[in-house]
């Protein structure tokens, strides 16, 4: 293999840094979960309403897919 040389100094991994490292981990993961059980609340709830009110298949499955293509495209 060929020697590597490392141009910058190796950081020091401190306690402050391992722990904002975490918290930033948990953060993404804490906020994955909330979106996650809220769309299926929400999708949950639409379900209800359109069987409530008699809507069709595509009026159940429409707009839950156009509201999550917007927001991926947003």
Known sequence: MADTRFTQ?????T????LED?????????GAT?????????????????TFWGFGLL????LPVIVALIAVFL
């Open 34 to 50: 909330v979106k996650t059980a809220a769309s299926l609340f929400f999708f949950c709830g639409w379900l209800w309403f359109c």
């Open 15 to 18: 306690q402050e840094s391992f």
């Open 9 to 13: 100094p190796n950081s020091q991994l």
């Open 59 to 62: 009026h159940v499955l429409a």
């Open 22 to 30: 975490r918290m930033d981990f948990w953060g993404r993961v804490t």
